[in-house]
Nanobody
Framework: VQLQASGGGIVQPGGSLRLSCAAS????????IGWFRQAPGKEREGVSC????????YYEDSVKGRFTVSRDNAKNAVYLQMNRLQPEDTATYYC????????????????????WGQGTQVTVSS
């Protein structure tokens, strides 16, 4: 049972990347899936989340209108489309599966998740 995040890279300001979160050993659509990021010297923060059954989506304020989270149940994957990237988006990005403690009011709390991918590095630099 594991998650694997991929799709990171180096991009110029204003560019785009699409991160993927692939699951093995379980079905993603049974869970809410969160995206988090951690920049050097900073705490990990919640970026976005897609809910389990109704696909409601949630975003941290600084990424609203630029990032879009979606899922493809046929591929057992969740995606984070990131547009208009800025240097402050530079971080290691992680996807995570919701735990039994998950509620929509705590979607950005790490304690709402019990399985984490290994992270993928996103660097936004000119």
């Amino acid at each position: 049972v594991q998650l694997q995040a991929s799709g990171g890279g180096i991009v110029q300001p204003g560019g785009s990347l699409r991160l993927s979160c692939a699951a093995s050993g379980f079905t993603l659509d049974y869970y809410a899936i969160g995206w988090f990021r951690q920049a050097p010297g900073k705490e990990r923060e919640g970026v976005s989340c897609i809910s389990r059954s109704d696909d409601y989506t949630y975003y941290e304020d600084s990424v609203k209108g630029r990032f879009t989270v979606s899922r493809d149940n046929a591929k057992n994957a969740v995606y984070l489309q990131m547009n208009r990237l800025q240097p402050e988006d530079t971080a290691t990005y992680y996807c995570a599966k919701s735990s039994g403690q998950y509620t929509v009011w705590r979607w950005a709390s790490e304690s709402s998740y019990d399985l984490w991918g290994q992270g993928t590095q996103v660097t936004v630099s000119s």
